[in-house]
T-cell receptor, first 116, second 117 residues
Framework: AQKITQTQPGMFVQEKEAVTLDCTYD???????LFWYKQPSSGEMIFLIY??????QNATEGRYSLNFQKARKSANLVISASQLGDSAMYFC?????????????FGKGTRLSVIA | DAGVIQSPRHEVTEMGQEVTLRCKPI?????LFWYRQTMMRGLELLIY????????DSGMPEDRFSAKMPNASFSTLKIQPSEPRDSAVYFC???????????????FGEGSRLTVL
């Protein structure tokens, strides 16, 4: 079974509008972390935001916020006031457990296109 | 501060040739991860090291792939012999988390784009 599911292969949003990128995850571990990365056309992987499974509040970083719904096992990324520079691939990822340095498992990604 | 450094950035080679990709993690980081990115399979973990020791290499496709981390500041991923299906972007990432913590992001290098003809 897939650990991370991103059901939207591609999304379009008008400049200055908000957009939500969906992510659902699957784990039986009570301790986990959820991450979002941005990959622009240049190829680098840019960390955006993190949410821990025990965090009571949704994470926010500037124009990025994470809509964390634990019971639904979803961790959607919300980008407010979209800019042309937000056009990129966006990956949701998860780390399970608290045994130290363990890898992130990534979803397939969503390609966001911001339209002027 | 220097980030994760990968070389070469681009490699074009012919089928059957040996390919060596190199990675220098961020100084002080104790974990290093090799990922491969393709259109079909997305980002896949190949292998990761903690304190220079390989922990999980179950993602390595086959015996043609090998990875080493001789010291805390250097790792290599070798493909011998290379095949066209190995064409992909190979990312190295590092992190430094205390035991018992699941917070903290991975820091990625810019990737090595491999094309095998």
């Amino acid at each position: 079974a897939q650990k991370i599911t991103q059901t939207q292969p591609g999304m379009f949003v008008q400049e200055k509008e908000a957009v939500t990128l969906d992510c659902t995850y699957d784990t039986s571990d009570p301790s986990y972390g959820l991450f979002w990365y941005k990959q622009p056309s240049s190829g680098e992987m840019i960390f955006l935001i993190y949410q821990g499974s025990y965090d009571q509040q949704n994470a926010t970083e500037g124009r990025y916020s994470l809509n964390f719904q634990k019971a639904r096992k979803s961790a959607n990324l919300v980008i407010s006031a979209s800019q042309l520079g937000d056009s990129a691939m966006y990956f949701c990822a998860m780390r399970e457990g608290n045994s130290g340095n363990t890898p992130l498992v990534f979803g397939k990604g969503t390609r966001l296109s911001v339209i002027a | 501060d220097a980030g994760v450094i990968q070389s070469p950035r681009h490699e074009v080679t012919e089928m059957g040739q040996e390919v060596t990709l190199r990675c220098k993690p961020i100084s002080g980081h104790n974990s290093l991860f090799w990922y491969r990115q393709t259109m079909m399979r997305g980002l896949e973990l190949l292998i990761y090291f903690n304190n220079n020791v390989p922990i999980d290499d179950s993602g390595m496709p086959e015996d043609r792939f090998s990875a080493k981390m001789p010291n805390a500041s250097f790792s290599t991923l070798k493909i011998q012999p290379s095949e066209p299906r190995d064409s992909a972007v190979y990312f190295c990432a590092s992190s430094n988390l205390p035991s018992g913590s699941w917070t903290g992001e991975l820091f990625f290098g810019e990737g090595s784009r491999l094309t095998v003809l």
